[in-house]
């Protein structure tokens, strides 16, 4: 089994950052080997991707709605992945999940969640 637990969310006006960590904890190898995503949730609306990394974290995606200003990184060492996010608009206010075990933006597809994170942007 794969524990993931978000952290980092809160409350930022318009046109700031916040940076989530995504910390993993037990057998991680084989969830990792396929990546770590990141969704968002708001009230009434199905989950959405927002961005992956793959397990050596050369590769990235990310949903066209937060390109250019959120940044997914992997740290091996700590084994946690961020999502950085800048220039927050009062859309991206959500619930925050990370997820592991595929890179892809279908949730159905990862196998691991963590609790979320709640992020909200004032206009």
């Known amino acids: 089994q794969v524990q993931l637990v978000e952290s980092g969310g809160g409350l930022v006006q318009a046109g700031g950052s916040l940076r989530l960590s995504c910390a993993a904890s037990g057998r991680t190898s084989s969830t990792y080997a396929l990546g770590v995503g990141w969704f968002r949730q708001a009230p009434g609306k199905d989950r959405e991707f927002v961005a992956s990394i793959t397990r050596s974290g050369s590769r990235t995606y990310y949903a066209d709605s937060v390109k250019g200003r959120f940044t997914i990184v992997r740290d091996n060492a700590k084994n946690t992945v961020d999502l950085q996010m800048n220039s927050l608009k009062p859309e991206d206010t959500a619930l925050y999940y990370c997820?592991?075990?595929?890179?892809?933006?279908?949730?159905?597809?990862?196998?691991?969640w963590g609790q979320g994170t709640q992020v909200t942007v004032s206009s």
């Open positions: 997820a592991a075990g595929a890179v892809d933006t279908n949730p159905r597809n990862y196998n691991y």
